[in-house]
């Protein structure tokens, strides 16, 4: 199936409206059980092994709260600055749907357990932009469906689906932005850049993996243009489900080119769902979007309402970790590196690697350096994450150790790294197998230097006429004679201590 969708360049497009923004971010709670039943949320089981009557939504079936999804909303809203409600409610969204049983899904309606926050984001060179929450509420999640006997798994051209409930009533929580103005051009950029702060604020409190890849966590974007100086918002597109970093900035993108190509052609965009598509980085058209009236929503009679005491909120407002941009501020005054060195450790996905080799034991520096240099080199050509890499952060840890003990050089490190990243075991059994270690014996070292100055009397006789830049050549003679294995430093020390030359 080949759709072309008419659009105009991004420039163009720009030039002629202001986009305007919603970010829906749905996340899987971790929790071990799911948000109204005693079910176990443990990945990977059998189809149907993690169901009761109550998720199953059998007659007379009962729900109860989950606890600690609760406390989880509560320091998620507390997070992002937002008010916590002091009563609430859960609501019935009534819809059709085969992966939802109980033909409901209990979720909050007008009366959100968090409202009225924000988060303050980073953008590629700095600066920072703050995004407006309008709300953080619970609900649960659906099964899933498996569309069988056709080409492409998708409903279309199946013989049959297959359902699996395992993952009906999962806790969710889902954070609504208000409508993101005023980013203009940059406006992918800062739904990329929010969602990533949303990841990693998520992580640091530890109430969700969040990991995108495996469906933790998903954004829906939407999307309106409006001409420039026009108050009122034009209406909005909502791709939904959209499950990398980079595919949130690349829908919004398109989003942007393919409502700027409607609009000057003189139609209209009717409010609709779309799919984003990773290959082509294009959307197709969903379903017509239902409005809030057609769900018919109602409070939940089966469920108490919520009334986090004032006393709780502040319990866990208090036992907040530190947020992952004042670390970041932090981490960036105490190695002093700029704001443009601490993006790119971030999107290297290296910041927690890098922490967690300076807590094995690395100095800072240290643990930058190998994380930002081989490693990340290392990692982009075989196309995997960093945290992917067969090398863990303690093995990073202990490279730097061996250099800074002076055990290896640079050059032998890397050839460490190489090993264990290749299977060879242990940084100290690479070590170990494949000879690795700077030849610090003093007299095989002056062997080579004097073997070197012999082979080389044109250069040794420079360097005693005073120039000392040439000792560079023979320095690396020996440092070939020896296979690298050699202290670069302390060899011209001794070429030049034979020479009888001082360095300055
Ligand atoms: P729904 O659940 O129907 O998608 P919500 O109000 O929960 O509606 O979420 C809509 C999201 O889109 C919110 O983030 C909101 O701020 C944003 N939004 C609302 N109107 C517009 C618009 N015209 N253009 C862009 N974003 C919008
Ligand atoms: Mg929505
Ligand atoms: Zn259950």
Redesign the pocket.
Known sequence: MTTTTDLVSYEDALASYDP?????VHVELGTKTKMFCGCSTELGAEPNSQTCPTCLGMPGALPVVNAIGIESAIKIGLALNCEIAEWCRFARKNYFYPDMPKNFQTSQYDEPIAFDGYLDVQLEDGETFRVQI?RAHMEEDTGKSLHVGGATGRIHGASHSLLDYNRAGIPLIEI?????EGAGARAPEVARAYVRELRELIKALGVSEARMEQGQMRC?V???LRPHGREK????S?TKNVNSLRSVERAARFEIQRHAAVLNGGGTIIQETRHFHEDTGSTTSGRV????EDYRYFPEPDLVPIAPSRAWVEEIRSGLPELPLARRNRLLAEWGISAADMQSILNAGALDLILASIDAGADAASARKWWMGELARSANESGVPLDGLAITPEQVARVTELVSKGDLNDKLARQVIEGVLAGEGTPDEVVEKRGLKVVSDEGALTTAVEEAIAGNPGIADKIRGGKVAAAGALVGAVMKATRGQADAARVKELILEKLGVSEG
Request: no cysteine; proline share 4%.
């Open positions: 305007v923004m919603g970010l829906e309008e609504v932005t208000k409508p993101i829906d939407n999307l309106s918002f034009g209406t909005r909502e979007k239902e409005e809030a």
